[in-house]
T-cell receptor, first 113, second 115 residues
Framework: GAGVSQSPSNKVTEKGKDVELRCDPI?????LYWYRQSLGQGLEFLIY????????KSGLPSDRFSAERTGGSVSTLTIQRTQQEDSAVYLC???????????FGSGTRLTVV | DAKTTQPNSMESNEEEPVHLPCNHS???????IHWYRQLPSQGPEYVIH???SNVNNRMASLAIAEDRKSSTLILHRATLRDAAVYYC????????????????FGKGTKLSVKP
């Protein structure tokens, strides 16, 4: 597609439920990144994919967070047993190569009630 | 990883030039200087990047000090649409370092533009 697409744009979930956030990168972009941004805060790096592999998972905040990428394209970020502190905007970005410029999606706003 | 220092906020008048400073005294020889901006309720967008020489594109200019320890993003004529948080980020061109060349965002400078 023309840009990075994320779905859903908004998600409200109850504490303790699992959620899946989806990212469709720009076609042909080999690198994909997940960030999150809590209200009024800066961007926090979560994980980076090169193809289907994740060389850098250093930013995942806990083992409740996981991510996968299939076919070198779509990526899913899964949060298990959501907590209120998981409420944030989750942003996905892709780049043609790992050292290229990033194109960000508009994000998924997750609210845990 | 090399760090950057930016003012928390700046104000500008519409149609006037804006100079956004960034200090990066610990920059290494393989670090590129990247600028991104984030408009309200949107994901960040790429603005410009450079290594040693000044750079110009349709959005902005990047002036890099001769010793590379500081840089300035220049918006030649600010518009209301330029109100955003501007992030100055060092990125290792070789993809090494603790961040593996990934973009690590700081707090940035919140630019307000007055009509």
């Amino acid at each position: 597609g023309a840009g990075v697409s994320q779905s859903p744009s908004n998600k409200v979930t109850e504490k303790g439920k699992d959620v899946e956030l989806r990212c469709d990168p720009i076609s042909g972009h080999t690198a994909l990144y997940w960030y999150r941004q809590s209200l009024g805060q800066g961007l926090e790096f979560l994980i980076y994919f090169q193809g289907n592999s994740a060389p850098d998972k250093s930013g995942l905040p806990s083992d409740r967070f996981s991510a996968e990428r299939t076919g070198g394209s779509v990526s899913t970020l899964t949060i298990q047993r959501t907590q209120q502190e998981d409420s944030a905007v989750y942003l996905c970005a892709s780049s043609l190569i790992q050292r290229g410029g990033y194109t960000f999606g508009s994000g998924t706003r997750l609210t845990v009630v | 990883d090399a760090k950057t220092t930016q003012p928390n906020s700046m104000e500008s008048n519409e149609e006037e030039p804006v100079h956004l400073p960034c200090n990066h005294s610990t920059i290494s020889g393989t670090d590129y200087i990247h600028w991104y901006r984030q408009l309200p309720s949107q994901g960040p967008e790429y603005v410009i990047h450079g290594l040693t020489s000044n750079v110009n594109n349709r959005m902005a200019s990047l002036a890099i000090a001769e010793d590379r320890k500081s840089s300035t993003l220049i918006l030649h004529r600010a518009t209301l649409r330029d109100a955003a948080v501007y992030y100055c980020i060092l990125r290792d061109v070789l993809g090494y370092g603790g961040s593996q060349g990934n973009l690590i965002f700081g707090k940035g400078t919140k630019l307000s533009v007055k009509p």
